[in-house]
């Protein structure tokens, strides 16, 4: 619970930050992790799953290669697109480094700034709604990428690639969107009353879960895309 | 907290949340910003891997892409996670778990018979 003294600066609400465990860490971090833990096996599934049913396909549009339908004639070019996928990774990189900045931000708000570098980089607001905006960015392009194939004719029940790959990053863009959700909901407290040096853990929380989005599609990118 | 019974706490631990000590191992913004350029380089090369032909079609395009994929998941979780700085506790529910997920991808590839298939032992 939440109350006044955590809200002004310099303050401390015992509550808060003095609540013991038997392991000496926050419960909350170690929560997040474990949780991070568990969903790599599931995203060790998912990839799992694509790697196995890779090449094995009946039917196209195929990933790397084109193909031609033999019952209609119809020719269908090779549906993966390199160029935006490496635009929307790099977009999710950068998410990440403004996530790291917002986390900065927030742990060295107290930290006095001159210049305008200096208190842009002291801007917690700034580098959260960046974040969000970003990971906005990337759902974007795979909305983009998704509307694409299915009007080339690949969908989730279309053949083996089409439901591993449409299931794995289907997920991935799930969590992308359940992160975007909590970094609007940390930028409106912000708005609101301003995120400081007690509010560090919860925003350590959210940093982690965005940061593992990240080294998923870290993953998924060549696993997926590169690799043919 | 008291001065002369303070010890630096790693960050999670008990230390007031807005005790900046437990923050004072954490890379400064500069840092974060090389390392966002690096990881950047990282992906240019993979990029630009896939679209040389003479790389693309080597042996060692594969290697090189998992190696270079590694190389940057590492980097993130060490720097920006703060894995390298955190307690061991962290490390430990992390790479437990990442252990067992990367077992089971190479077990369930050799099972279906994927890695036998690239390296030309089964067709």
Same mark, same amino acid.
């Given at each position: 619970?939440?109350? /006044? ?21 926050? %419960? ?8 991070? !833990? ?30 031609? %339908?033999?019952?209609? !004639? ?10 935006? /996928? ?8 950068m998410s990440s480094l403004a996530m790291?900045l917002a ?24 580098w959260l709604g960046l974040t969000a905006f970003l990971g906005?960015?990337?759902? !974007? ?17 279309? %053949?083996?690639? !089409? ?16 992160g975007v959700?909590?970094l609007? /909901?940390?930028l ?13 853990? %919860?925003?350590?929380?959210a940093a982690?879960?965005w ?18 | ?18 005790? @900046? ?24 090369? @993979? ?8 790389? @693309?079609?080597?042996?060692? &395009? ?22 390298? &700085? ?11 778990? =990442? ?11 050799? =099972? ?8 030309? =032992? =089964?067709?």
């Amino acid at each position: 619970m939440a109350s /006044t003294a955590a809200t002004v600066p310099g303050l401390v609400d015992p509550h808060v930050s003095h609540h013991h465990t038997s392991t000496g860490l926050d %419960n909350r971090k170690i929560a997040i992790w474990a949780f991070i !833990g568990s969903e790599c096996m599931l995203f060790a599934c998912l990839i799992s799953t694509y790697l196995i049913y890779k090449g094995r396909s009946l039917v196209g549009p195929y990933p790397h290669e084109a193909w031609t %339908n033999p019952q209609t !004639g119809v020719s269908y070019p090779a549906i993966l697109d390199i160029p935006i /996928t490496s635009a929307s990774t790099f977009v999710l990189l950068m998410s990440s480094l403004a996530m790291v900045l917002a986390h900065n931000a927030v742990v060295e708000k107290r930290m006095p700034r001159q210049g305008t570098l200096q208190r842009m980089i002291g801007s917690s607001k700034l580098w959260l709604g960046l974040t969000a905006f970003l990971g906005l960015i990337f759902l !974007g392009f795979q909305a983009y990428e998704f509307t694409a194939f299915v009007h080339e004719g690949l969908t989730i029940r279309t %053949n083996l690639f !089409g439901s591993s790959f449409f299931t794995l990053t289907g997920f991935h863009g799930a969590h992308v969107t359940v992160g975007v959700l909590w970094l609007g /909901t940390l930028l409106a407290i912000d708005m609101k009353r301003g995120l400081g040096p007690d509010d560090a853990l %919860n925003v350590d929380l959210a940093a982690l879960y965005w940061h593992f989005v990240d080294v998923v599609w870290i993953v998924i990118f060549p696993l997926v895309y590169l690799i043919t | 907290m008291d001065s002369k019974t303070h010890q630096p706490l790693a960050p999670g631990t008990d230390a007031p949340a807005h005790d @900046e000590h437990a923050h004072a191992d954490h890379p400064t913004w500069q840092k974060y910003v090389v390392i966002g350029v690096i990881l950047t380089i990282i992906t240019v090369i @993979e990029v630009s891997a896939y679209y040389i032909p003479a790389w @693309e079609t080597s042996r060692i &395009y594969v290697p090189s892409m998992l190696t270079l994929s590694a190389a940057k998941f590492i980097i993130v979780v060490m720097f920006y996670m703060h894995l390298k &700085y955190d307690h061991k506790l962290f490390r430990a529910l992390f790479t437990g778990p =990442l252990i067992i997920a990367i077992v089971t991808i190479i077990a369930l590839l050799f =099972l279906f018979g994927q890695i036998a298939i690239r390296l030309g =032992l =089964l067709t």
